[in-house]
């Protein structure tokens, strides 16, 4: 199966984590390539939100499953095919908890390959590290974020090609 996942742990409760990615709006306090990110539809099941990187490419994330220990959500061009499926979940208890983030794509939206070896081929050589990239980044900013209570600057821990 094809995925990326990114994990931080942090000396904070987990309903504190929980009240920071269920907030609306929320990838714009830490989400380094985002631009804007506004709610149209939220809370809970069902949510809508829209996602302007800093490069002008816009996605909408549409939640299907929202839980006690985050969410889970289909990511892609609006009335558009799903380009991945992504799960925020947050464990822990009231003194540690962590954050995991995990990417599934749909291979077809990140190479021009038809062949399922060339697909295989191009995710291990150039979209896996690129995707990879991308997660690290907006996990290490949300830990700025938890740590500082300040808002990531654009691109504060590198551009990144598909969405600086």
């Known amino acids: 199966?094809?995925?990326?996942?990114?994990?931080?742990?942090?000396?904070?409760?987990?309903?504190?984590?929980?009240?920071?990615?269920?907030?609306?709006?929320?990838?714009?306090?830490?989400?380094?390539?985002?631009?804007?990110?506004?709610?149209?539809?939220?809370?809970?099941?069902?949510?809508?939100?829209?996602?302007?990187?800093?490069?002008?490419?816009?996605?909408?994330?549409?939640?299907?499953?929202?839980?006690?220990?985050?969410?889970?959500?289909?990511?892609?061009?609006?009335?558009?095919?799903?380009?991945?499926?992504?799960n925020w979940l947050i464990e822990g208890n009231d003194e540690i908890s962590s954050l995991r983030v995990r990417i599934n794509p749909e291979i077809r939206h990140y190479t021009p390959f038809k062949n399922k070896f060339m697909q295989n081929l191009s995710w291990y050589l150039f979209v896996r590290p690129m995707l990879q990239r991308y997660i690290n980044n907006v996990t290490k900013g949300f830990e700025y974020f938890v740590n500082t209570e300040t808002q990531v600057k654009p691109n504060q821990f590198g551009k990144h090609s598909w969405f600086s």
């Not at 506004?38 to 929202?66: C, Q, V």
């Open 1 to 86: 199966m094809m995925f990326v996942e990114a994990k931080r742990s942090f000396q904070k409760s987990k309903s504190y984590l929980l009240n920071i990615i269920k907030e609306p709006g929320n990838l714009s306090y830490y989400h380094p390539f985002c631009k804007r990110n506004d709610a149209i539809k939220w809370p809970g099941p069902n949510s809508i939100d829209e996602l302007e990187y800093l490069n002008g490419l816009t996605l909408e994330r549409n939640f299907f499953n929202w839980h006690e220990n985050g969410y889970d959500l289909i990511i892609g061009r609006k009335n558009k095919s799903k380009m991945a499926q992504v």
